[in-house]
Every structure is written in C-alpha cells, then in structure tokens.
C-alpha cells in the first residue's frame, strides 16, 4: 500500500521561503506523476504544482507560478516544494499526492494517494 509522509511545513513570514518534502513507498516512485495542492478551510482543495514521472513536465497554478518550483529524486522516492516569496494568501494545509499514471493533471480525481498534510502558515 502505498504511503505519503510529508514534511517540512511551520510557520514562516511574508517574504520567507520553506522548503516542503514529501516521501513515498510502496509503489515504484518513477513511474507515476506527483502533485501538490492546498486547503484551507471552508474551500475546495485547490491545485498547487505537478511534475511528470521523470520530471521533464512541470505545471503551476498562476497563483504560484514564478514563486514556486517542484521537483523529485527519483533515487530518494522524494517529491519537494520550494515555496519562495511566501505570502500570507498561501497559508494552507499543503498536500503532496500520486497520479494514477505518469502523466501530470490539475485534477484531484487523477491522484489515487494522498499525504496527510502539512501546516503553512505566512504571516504579515
């Protein structure tokens, strides 16, 4: 069965950066696509970034996009979220997911595995 631990979220100022990782097992990491998204609550789970099996395809939110940039290790089975330029509208709880295949979605109906998420939260 596979497992989502993420980690690396806290609390940090508007301007800062933190760094979120998100560690899998129990499937064979390189071959499917990883995404991230964020909730606050009283809203959808929103869309934040993916990346395509082998990395070489990456997609943002426009929310994020120039701010954020997601990654992977394959050899470490490790997706990552560098979150610079933080502001407070990105406080949420940030999740990481798996896609169904190793093409990259928006979607969460494509990803069939979730973390249990991470606290962000940017203050003034």
């Known amino acids: 069965q596979v497992q989502l631990v993420e980690s690396g979220g806290g609390l940090v100022q508007a301007g800062g950066s933190l760094r979120l990782s998100c560690a899998v097992s129990g499937r064979t990491f390189s071959t499917y696509a990883m995404g991230w ?16 099996s082998g990395g070489g395809i990456i997609n943002y939110s426009d929310s994020v ?19 610079d330029s933080l502001k407070p509208e990105d406080t949420a709880v940030y999740y990481c997911a798996a896609a169904r295949t190793s093409n990259i979605s928006r979607r969460l109906n494509d990803y069939d595995a979730w973390g249990q998420g991470t606290q962000v939260t940017v203050s003034l």
Do not use: C, H, W
């Open 37 to 52: 998204f964020r909730q606050v609550p009283g809203k959808e789970r929103e869309f934040v970034a993916a990346i395509s």
């Open 65 to 83: 996009k120039g701010r954020f940039t997601v990654s992977r290790d394959n050899a470490k089975n490790t997706v990552y979220l560098q979150m």
